[in-house]
């Protein structure tokens, strides 16, 4: 008999539940535990985790986490900061158990809705979908040059020419200059940037999962990307760059030598994440050469009349990222994390 749960602060639940996501093939690294820590420990939100259990036997989980605010509004995620989630099952029964008692869950806590972000379409007939987003990834071949060799001829030529420029990698824990490289490409573009207690938090929780790969120029790191690891996938996850790396090509640089790195570590599978439909970021993983796969997030109205739109395209934030571009860079880091805890 399938009997749905509400995750306990246990840290033999925790193991259970992991254990279930590494052999669950429709889970992804955002479906781990420690993702309930991040979310609460970090910003506070509240965290409302169920599992199905079949005696003493996990069959599904699905993560979820409250987030309220009076500027965005009060929603039921799955998963606030990740780009996948929704339930990972291992049968349609299993499925609709789960999606029923989170249904049932947003209506008791009288949330705007409730949001799936599925990477597969859930069949459920209450859900309604929201297609905006596509993710890239591709197998990762077994040599730098059968990698160099797969990318798109312009983007190869563009790869070539950073390593021609006199750059340099490491791969460690430096979240510190992964933050400040990316809460400065951040602001650039008009974002407000998370605390880079978050990022701290990332490498803490998920320890050996998460590491850093950082370019340097002369001695000088301009482009830094930090990464997931999960099964034989590498997931390169927030990247930037400083204004200098458009000219280095650092980033194209960074990308490259983090495949290269992943696959000599025994990794085979190169996730990119994750950009909205004919972004400007879209169309440059289009450039690597990997097909945009669409994902399907799916929403549960409660009391929200329509699908929420929090995407930076809404014409009414177009004054405010105009604004946010402006501000000091010290000033975005400081005003930016009461802003972006509402925006994962």
């Known amino acids: 008999m399938i009997e749905v749960k509400r995750f306990a602060d246990d840290p033999r639940v925790a193991a259970d539940w992991d254990s279930y996501v590494e052999g669950c093939e429709s889970a992804s690294f955002f479906h781990l535990s420690g993702w309930l820590k991040v979310n609460e420990q970090v910003y506070g939100h509240k965290g409302h985790y169920l599992y199905a259990s079949d005696g003493q036997r996990i069959v599904g989980v699905l993560p979820l986490v409250e987030q309220k605010s009076r500027l965005f509004g009060h929603a039921l995620v799955s998963t606030p900061f990740c780009v996948y989630g929704g339930v990972a099952a291992d049968t349609n029964e299993v499925q609709v158990a789960l999606e029923d008692a989170a249904m049932a869950l947003a209506e008791q806590l009288g949330v705007g809705y409730l949001e799936l972000r599925n990477k597969v379409a859930s069949s459920h007939p209450k859900l309604v979908e929201k297609c905006a987003h596509s993710f890239f990834a591709w197998p990762l071949a077994d040599t730098p040059e059968a990698i160099l060799a797969g990318v798109k001829k312009k983007q190869r030529a563009v790869i070539r020419h950073s390593l021609n420029a006199n750059l340099s990698f490491r791969v460690d824990g430096d979240t510190r200059t992964a933050y400040d490289i990316y809460s400065e490409s ?15 938090a ?55 030598q983090l495949m290269c790195s992943a696959q000599q570590r025994g990794y085979g599978y190169y996730d990119f994440g994750r950009s909205k439909d004919d972004s400007g970021a879209y169309q440059y993983k289009k450039h690597w050469g990997m097909e945009p796969v669409p994902l399907h997030y799916q929403f549960y109205l409660v009391k929200a009349a329509e699908l ?17 571009q402006k501000l000091p860079l010290w000033l975005s880091r400081a005003l930016g994390p009461m802003l972006s805890k509402y925006l994962g």
């Open 308 to 324: 929420p739109n929090l995407s930076p395209n809404n014409p009414k934030y177009q004054f405010f990222i105009k604004a946010w």
């Open 186 to 200: 951040v602001r650039n573009l008009g974002t407000p940037v998370f605390p880079s207690k978050y990022f701290q």
């Open 202 to 256: 990332l490498k803490a929780i998920f320890t050996e999962r998460c590491d850093v790969l950082t370019v340097e120029h002369q001695g000088k790191a301009v482009s830094s990307v930090l990464n997931f690891y999960f099964r034989d996938q590498v997931l390169p996850y927030y990247g930037g760059g400083l204004p200098q790396a458009r000219d280095l090509k650092s980033n194209d640089f960074m990308y490259y």
